[in-house]
Structures are given as C-alpha cells and as structure tokens.
C-alpha cells in the first residue's frame, strides 16, 4: 500500500491504529512520551506495539522544554525521529544525531508570527509540524502565510482539510505531506477508524 504524500499520524495510543496506519502505508507514527499526556504510551508498551509493526518511521512526541529530560527519553524510547515544541532547543538537539521534527501550535498565533517561523532558521529538522488545538479556517491569507513557510520548510499540515478537500489542497500548497490524529479505541482492538480512514483512502495510489 502506498500514499500520495507523507502521513504522519500523531499522538497513537493503540495497536489497533498503529497497525491500520501502517498497513495503510502511513510514513511516521507518533507517541507522546511525556508522562502527564492523556495520550502518554509508557516505555513498555510503546515498545510491544513498536514490535508489531513495519515499514513506518517511530516519533517521539513530548513538549518538555528541558534538554537533559529529552536526551532521557530519547534513551528510554529510542525513537526514530524526536518531535519538540521549542525551537531554542534545535540547535542543542540537532547535535544529537537524532532526524527532528519541530512541531507549531497555530491556535491564537497571528499572521506577523507566521511571517516569522517562514523566515526563522531552523536548523537540523526534517519536518515542520503545524497543528492547532481549535478548529482554523483556511482562508485566503492564512494560505498565503503557509505557501510562505512550505516554501522554505518541509512542512507536514494538520489543520483545515477532510476528505473532500485534501487533494485540491495538496495541489495548491508545496507541503511535504500532512498529519492527522490517533484516537481512543472503544474497546481493546475496537476502533471507529471514521475520518482518518476517510483521508487515508483518498490519499491512496492505484
């Protein structure tokens, strides 16, 4: 199986996901490592689900700010790629021989501050991650704020598409691919895959 462009899902919480996306040929899965998460996954059992899939690249997501508790969970993950929420720690990490992702909050920022992660070096990461914690519309100047930011950075975007308008988007904006997120199973190995699963066989190649 193979997708159009890179796939990132984040904040996986269960096998039943992590499986379907890495069947499904998603690129990157990613787990909270940090502790006070609702989605945290502990070292043990990121490891057992880590051991029954294939083929797709491991994240570790935490939002800590502090260099010496990164390095640690770097050691008690083993991630493949570390995604971090502050940039001052770019160029400490990028020293690290770790593959970075860096990923963007776009709840409440304004369009000056967008200008300004378009322009800003960011050394050593592979991927720009853009969520939001709200719901965003994408209207004329924002996109113009991200065709800026995808023009210089590999950004992966996880505001303003469904499944009925994730192509013309992919179309219109130089992305490196998108983001979607993990869920809560109902039951163990039960899961409503609904909107994902939606996006996820749009984004299919024949």
């Known amino acids: 199986m ?3 462009t890179i ?4 904040n996986v919480t269960n096998l039943s996901d992590a499986r379907y996306c890495a069947g499904m040929g998603v690129d990157l899965l990613g787990f909270s490592m940090d502790s006070t998460s609702p989605d945290y996954i502990d070292p ?25 508790q990164i390095e640690q969970l770097m050691a008690d993950y083993q991630p493949d790629i570390v995604q971090v929420e502050e940039t001052a720690l770019l160029p400490y990490l990028s ?18 501050q967008l200008d300004a992660v378009a322009g800003t070096a960011l050394p050593g990461i592979d991927y ?14 924002l996109m113009a704020a991200l065709k800026q930011i995808a023009g210089r950075h590999p950004v992966l975007l ?40 939606d996006i996820l066989e749009v984004l299919e190649v024949d």
């Open 7 to 10: 796939v990132k899902i984040s």
């Open 158 to 197: 996880g505001i303003g598409f469904e499944a009925d308008t994730i192509q013309p988007l992919l179309a219109e904006l130089p992305v490196a691919g998108i983001a979607l997120a993990g869920g809560n199973e109902e039951r163990p190995g039960s899961r409503d895959f609904g909107a994902l699963m």
């Open 128 to 141: 720009l991650l853009l969520e939001s914690q709200s719901v965003i519309h994408l209207d004329e100047e």
């Open 44 to 68: 043990a059992r990121f490891a057992e689900i880590r051991g029954w899939v294939a083929g797709v690249h491991i994240v570790g997501e935490t939002s800590s700010a502090d260099p010496e």
């Open 95 to 112: 020293t690290m021989g770790k593959p970075l992702m860096l990923r963007v909050d776009l709840a409440g920022m304004s369009l000056e």
């Open 2 to 4: 193979a997708l159009q």
